[in-house]
């Protein structure tokens, strides 16, 4: 085992500790990132002005106006011929660029039996049975779960409770079919889809990858049809989630009139850490065990029934540093044992892909009047090289609700401090770290299932969706809500006790 020198802090102080103040540099590459995605991607946006332009003006015309029309034209084929084929190329253009709409019929969080519950009492208990660990890794342990924003009924599964604990192969693939199964029937309960009708299936988990795989066991268990398109996505890290979304997303976009399902969830079991170094201990502290299944679909008949349109899904990627690549691996540590890796950079690290998906993300969703504003001060900066921060846009006027990733309470923390966010806001973050922990991947969904159950979801309302993790990746995703969700008729992970939140918890923020 490793020693730990006595003199050094538990949780030493560090300035990497902090994400990077987003105002005092704005990288104008990715500012043109976002306008050049915007153009790309929006094709439509422009011939579809001018086809209801043109429905317009025709709808004034009058019967005596639609004879003359073709009297003029009928004796002139040079003209008529150029006509249709105008209106031929304006509407096959219009067709082929004009994306596929993708819906959220809706989602479904797993939520574990009250057996799997584990205080914080019970979790250095199990920490100090266990023998492996130093008396200083314990109170270094017990110093962070003190402080990393967690409450005291999160879930762990049965394999790392017991004493001793037995993680095994076999315990790993009882705690996935827990999850996946179990978030999956109530979602099928909930939108009555039959599993047959299910041509798309994307499971992501981070950790556990077993053969066969993940997708194969939900597609044996539910018997789903034999050309049905699975992937099953791995190493990918809490972000995953929105990569899987994406990848429905496209997959949508050439495959017509289909259901799309993606399971997002990450595995305990085999990846509790019984070593002695710091960096890979505080994963022990913070991941918790959850899942969520999420039910998409391009068919217009589903418009009516689902919950939100998919707007907007835009991805970072940071792999090509060396120092963002290396912030969060899975290794062994000097004697053998395999555990997750969090460098001292990590903070640095997040807030820099945080600010790159930020600054694509903006000219696709931000009013003109603060997009105004951004380029002149921008400009000023650049052009004229004035003493002047960045404009950070207000990101509220944009969106209703945000759901961020709960990694840990100092991202949310510095998140809300550069954002400008109200603690109204940030209630779904805080509150799915305090009851659920980091459920890695899923936890956007046990943010979107708070903000459902506290009825605050209204017609209209947007929502973002931002998520980090290794590689190191940032993605963001924009929900539009189709219609208001009634607390009263949903059944998620919070319905039960929704009336105890929010709670006060401690502001004490070390990690």
């Known amino acids: 085992m490793s020693e730990t020198n006595p003199n050094t802090p538990l949780i030493p102080p560090s300035p990497s500790r902090k994400l990077p103040d987003f105002k005092k540099s704005v990288k104008l590459k990715y500012v043109k990132l976002g306008y050049h995605y915007l153009i790309t991607h929006g094709m439509y946006l422009f011939l579809s002005p001018l086809i209801v332009l043109i429905a317009a003006q025709l709808s004034t015309f009058s019967l005596q106006d639609l004879h003359d029309l073709w009297e003029n034209l009928k004796f002139n084929l040079i003209s008529v011929i150029l006509f249709s084929a105008l209106l031929v190329f304006l509407s096959t253009l219009y067709v082929l660029s004009r994306p596929r709409p993708v819906y959220l019929v809706d989602f479904s969080c797993y939520k574990p039996d009250d057996a799997r519950k584990c205080s914080r009492q019970i979790f250095m208990d199990r920490s100090k049975q266990i023998g492996t660990f130093t008396e200083e890794n314990i109170e270094f342990q017990k110093k962070i779960i003190e402080r990393s924003g967690l409450g005291e009924s999160t879930y762990l599964p049965e394999a790392v409770i017991n004493v001793p604990p037995n993680p095994s192969m076999a315990e790993a693939r009882k705690e996935a079919e827990m999850v996946m199964f179990g978030a999956l029937d109530q979602l099928f309960e909930k939108t009555m889809v039959k599993p047959k009708d299910i041509g798309i299936l994307i499971v992501n988990c981070s950790l556990f990858n077993p053969t066969p795989s993940l997708s194969a066991m939900v597609i044996n268990h539910y018997k789903l049809r034999g050309n049905i398109i699975s992937y099953n996505l791995g190493g990918m890290g809490c972000s995953a989630g929105l990569i899987s979304i994406d990848l429905a ?103 820099d892909a945080l600010k790159t998906n930020i600054t694509t993300l903006g000219p696709l969703v931000l009013p003109m009047s603060e997009q105004l504003l951004f380029f002149a001060t921008l400009v000023g900066k650049k052009v004229f090289k004035m003493k002047v921060k960045p404009y950070i846009p207000d990101f509220k006027l944009a969106f209703e609700h945000f759901c961020i990733h709960a990694g840990g309470r100092a991202v949310l923390d510095e998140l809300e401090k550069n954002l400008q966010l109200s603690d109204w806001h940030m209630e779904p973050s805080r509150m799915t770290l305090y009851r659920f922990g980091n459920t890695s991947s899923s936890s956007l969904w046990y943010e979107l299932a708070y903000t459902e159950a506290k009825g605050r979801v209204k017609k209209g309302d947007r929502t973002w969706q931002i998520a980090f993790g290794s590689g190191f990746k940032c993605n963001s995703a924009i929900w539009k809500a189709l219609r208001t969700v009634n607390p009263a008729k949903e059944k998620n992970p919070w319905m039960d006790e929704i009336h105890w939140f929010p709670v006060d918890v401690p502001m004490v923020s070390t990690l």
């Open 249 to 351: 997303k496209n997959l949508l976009q050439v495959h017509p009139n289909s259901y799309a399902l993606v399971i997002s969830m990450e595995n305990i079991t085999l990846n509790w850490y019984f070593g002695n170094e710091r960096s890979m201990l505080v994963s022990n502290c913070l991941f918790r065990m959850g899942g969520a299944a999420i039910l998409l679909s391009n068919k217009w008949s589903d418009r009516r029934r689902s919950k939100y349109r998919l707007v907007h899904t835009v991805r970072t990627h940071k792999g090509s540093d060396d120092k963002c690549f290396a912030c969060v691996t899975q290794k062994e540590d000097s004697n053998g044992k395999i555990g997750v890796s969090l460098s001292k950079d990590l903070m640095a690290v997040a807030g």
